[in-house]
């Protein structure tokens, strides 16, 4: 089994418990992602590799470097619009064409519309005064929240169209859309699908721009599961027909943003999510079991019973960080994942590493998740 990921860890751990043999293509090739795999390449290592423009042939180069072929291949965030067609294995995502749909915010927003789903108002950049301020400003593609900006009118518009290429060389005029800016709370749906049918699986708690784990004030910061909420139903009902109308196989979510007027749909992630660990703590399933299964046709018979709050917190760097043995040593035994290795050395607000805690309630998760940032926060001063 290889999964292939900018940040895969949780996907090859979920698939090393249900037995696979698992390989792993990733950018970080975390300790917790090596110690569960056979075997792991790291882009940020291959001298030559443009981790935002890696096409197939250098995968297919990747992949020919492990010392066995895989017979399936599972595709994570960053890399599931990749077209691996041909190879001979199994390639257990949406086809390439589904991805491409939900991957586009702006054709994605423009399919909600046509199936009356509520969805910000969304568009190109020069039809930002028809849509009305305030915006958020974002790539049509990805981006995780890191590059979203919310502008106030015309000059901040233009202020922000400056910077984003700054921050991603890559970014065009035509790679950036608007969107309606709506106030409420953020929250996603996980569900697992077999092409006809799903089935949701919880529904969570999204933590968007936390200041104390991260300074950008809408990149993804991690998961609670479950969220608690009127909407839940509502939530399942609308991701229930999204999975439906695209096809969907496999684990899938929906994010949402919770309004005074109801839930509205932001986006679908038609591949596995940062959720995974928060929805497997909380439920006790294993999701990549499910995910194989489900590409046979077989889905759970209803949604898991909710067994705890579990929580996954994503911390990010508020200062260059460089991971030393010293580090290492002081955090091996805590309750971390995507845990970093020596010789990582990590910008202002690049990733260093994820909390993971359960208890009953969501007070209880929140209270060991504060005090064990406060204890990482010191071991990476």
């Given at each position: ?179 309606e800016f709506l106030s409420g709370f953020p929250a996603s749906v996980s569900l697992i699908a077999n092409g006809t049918n799903s089935v949701p699986l919880a529904a969570n708690e999204q933590l968007i721009g936390v ?98 709050y579990a929580i996954r917190a994503v911390m990010y760097a508020d200062r260059a960080v460089s991971i030393n043995e010293p580090i290492c040593e002081k955090i091996k035994d805590m309750s971390i994942a995507d845990i ?42």
């Open positions: 089994m290889l999964i292939i990921g900018y940040s895969s860890r949780n996907i090859a751990c979920s698939a090393s418990k249900a037995g696979y043999n698992v390989y792993a293509i990733d950018a970080f090739c975390d300790k917790d992602l090596q110690e569960n795999t056979v075997d792991s390449r790291a882009l940020l290592t291959c001298e030559g590799i443009d981790i935002k423009n890696i096409d197939r042939k250098v995968i297919i180069e990747l992949i020919d470097s492990f010392d066995a072929f895989p017979d399936t291949i599972v595709l994570g965030s960053g890399f599931e619009e990749l077209d691996l067609s041909g190879l001979s294995c199994r390639i257990l995502n949406n086809a390439p064409a589904v991805m491409k749909q939900v991957s586009d915010k702006s054709s994605f927003a423009k399919e909600m519309e046509s199936m009356g789903i509520p969805h910000p108002v969304s568009g190109i950049v020069d039809e930002a005064e028809d849509i009305g301020y305030p915006l958020m400003v974002k790539p049509k593609c990805a981006g995780g929240g890191r590059l979203n900006r919310v502008v106030q009118n015309e000059s901040e518009l233009n202020t922000a169209l400056e910077e984003l290429p700054l921050m991603d060389p890559t970014l065009e005029l035509a790679d950036i859309m608007v969107q200041p104390w784990l991260s300074s950008l004030p809408f990149s993804y910061c991690g998961n609670i599961t479950p969220y608690r909420t009127p909407y839940t139903g509502q939530m399942y009902e609308i991701s229930e027909k999204l999975a439906e109308n695209f096809g969907l196989v496999g684990s899938n979510g929906v994010d949402f943003l919770l309004t005074d007027k109801g839930p509205f749909v932001i986006e679908l992630n038609a591949r596995f999510q940062g959720s995974l660990d928060s929805v497997e703590m909380a439920t006790g399933i294993n999701l990549f079991d499910m995910h194989v299964k489900s590409f046979d046709g077989i889905l759970p018979t209803g949604t898991p019973d909710i067994l705890k970093p290795t020596t010789g990582y050395d990590a910008l202002p607000d690049d990733p260093l590493t994820s909390i993971l805690c359960s208890g009953g309630t969501r007070e209880d998760v929140m209270g060991k998740t504060l005090e064990m940032r406060s204890i990482l926060k010191d071991i990476f001063k």
